[in-house]
């Protein structure tokens, strides 16, 4: 069984920092790519970065600049780095990471449970 724990939220004055965690734990035979999407309360969930396996980057324009996504793959972990947050960056945000359980597995979608961020004005 594959599980998805994300860790750091709060809440944050605007400006402020904020760093998300995301370890991946169980059995687990290959990380592809990982990301950090969002959610806030009406809307859709929405990309905020992806990071391939290799280290490709991208990033939501409404980010860039500011957010920087890494990831550990010894750790199974992936990061995001907030800085210069914006009370529009309020949002539950997820962590998504495409694996396969084993050598002859398709990869799937896993994602967390969420942590929330709110940014004061």
């Known amino acids: ?3 998805l724990v994300e860790s750091g939220g709060g809440l944050v004055q605007a400006g402020g920092s904020l760093r ?3 370890a991946a734990s169980g059995s687990i035979f290959s990380i592809n790519a990982m990301g950090w999407y969002r959610q806030a309360p009406g809307d ?3 990309l905020v970065a992806h990071i391939t396996s290799g280290g490709n980057t991208n990033y939501a324009d409404s980010v860039k600049g500011r957010f920087t996504i890494s990831r550990d793959n010894a750790k199974n972990t992936v990061y995001l780095q907030m800085t210069s947050l914006k009370p529009d960056d309020t949002s539950v945000y997820y ?4 694996m396969g359980a084993g050598p002859s597995d398709d ?3 896993y994602w967390g449970k969420g942590t929330l961020v709110t ?3």
């Open 1 to 3: 069984q594959v599980q």
């Open 20 to 22: 998300l965690s995301c």
């Open 44 to 46: 859709e969930r929405e």
């Open 95 to 98: 962590c998504l990471a495409v």
């Open 107 to 109: 990869p799937m979608d």
């Open 119 to 121: 940014v004061s004005s």
